[in-house]
């Protein structure tokens, strides 16, 4: 690992005690795994059931002269799966062969997607027979992806049927039917990947998912959430919002780390925005930080950059005596925005 201080506001290098270097290297490593827990249920940010037939791309490639076998006009391929009234709860088994029915082919490894093998749950449905099964949250609902394309390619753009299920009664049985979407711009030989880049987003609270974060909403929530996020006993703590997924947790020690997840990468400037929002108690030095460059794994996978800003006044015998100390920090990747803000209280 890597690492180096940055210039203070003097334009100097940033002094730290070799205890705030040693704690943003350890902190730099942990950024890189982030924790899982229970999610929150209250409200389930989940897809509709059904979904909105007036969308573009859900009526992708479907123009009024086009037309079906029978010389009528062609149906878009939402309105045909909106007519099968598909119910949460059907076994999935059934559900898929509707599907099936209408024209949509599991995606599978052959024909370039690239499922999470290493899951478990992913290979055991496999073995079930389900090969479109892509990735499973294994927190919370228990959701699981599963993809389809259309056997018409002159469909334009392609669609990707997504449909989420919730687990069996019994361990590893046959997965329920819980809700459907179509995505656009597919194509077989890009590697399937959810859209929302993680099923989490589908357990968070979506009280707020039509407004940004702010302070105001942040406030409200630490206080809906005070026993959650104090005791930790609730598991993570998400909340989604129209420009991030907030997500809360509670690690060893009484640790605890509040995490926003841009929906797309951000500028350094914004990501100090939302660093400030979560300093609540404006208690960390942002003029100050040391950056540290980390693998995910071995020195094969991704290079990750964590820079990290430490509590303001704060000696290093201090934070002994104290036995924690708070931080945020931005974290990227080489050449491209910050992914992830947090703040946490580390406990040691």
């Known amino acids: 690992m890597d690492f180096s201080a940055q210039t203070g506001a003097a334009g100097k290098p940033a002094y730290l005690p070799s205890f705030s270097v040693l704690l943003a290297v350890a902190a ?33 490639g479907v123009s009024e002269e086009e037309v079906g076998a029978d010389g009528e006009p062609a149906e878009p391929v939402a309105v045909s799966l909106e007519r099968l009234n598909l119910a949460a709860g059907t076994a999935y088994g059934e559900v898929r062969s509707r599907i099936m029915a209408q024209g949509w082919m599991p995606y599978a490894a052959s024909a370039g997607a690239a499922p999470d093998v290493a899951d478990t749950t992913v290979r055991k449905l496999h073995e079930l027979g389900f090969e479109e099964a892509q990735s499973c949250s294994g927190t919370g609902m228990g959701f699981c992806r599963f993809e389809f394309t259309h056997v018409d390619d002159t469909i334009v753009p392609q669609p990707l049927l997504v449909v989420i299920t919730t687990p069996s009664s019994e361990l590893y049985g046959e997965p329920h039917f819980y809700s459907w979407r179509i995505e656009e711009n597919v194509s077989s030989e890009v590697a399937s990947t959810p859209s929302d880049s993680s099923l989490a987003v589908l357990e968070a609270n979506a009280t707020y998912a039509e407004q940004n974060f702010s302070e105001v909403l942040y406030a409200q929530i630490r206080e809906d959430e005070a026993y959650c996020l104090d005791s930790g006993s609730c598991g993570d703590v998400r909340y989604l919002f129209k420009d991030v997924l907030m997500v809360s947790s509670v690690g060893e020690f009484g640790s605890t780390e509040m995490a926003l997840l841009p929906h797309q990468p951000v500028s350094k400037s914004q990501a100090m925005t939302y660093a400030r929002l979560l300093d609540a108690d404006a208690v960390i030095d942002f003029e100050n930080s040391i950056v540290a460059e980390s693998h995910e794994g071995d020195s094969t996978e991704p290079m990750v950059i964590t820079e990290t800003f430490f509590e303001a006044g704060l000696p290093e015998e201090a934070a002994y005596e104290l036995g924690s100390t708070r931080m945020a920090q931005l974290i990227s990747s080489p050449g491209k925005g910050i992914s992830r803000i947090q703040f946490s209280v580390v406990v040691f």
């Open 28 to 60: 730099a490593l942990l950024a890189v795994s982030c924790a899982s827990g229970e999610g929150a249920t209250d409200q389930i940010a989940a897809v509709e059931l059904s979904a909105d037939t007036d969308s573009p791309a859900l009526n992708a």
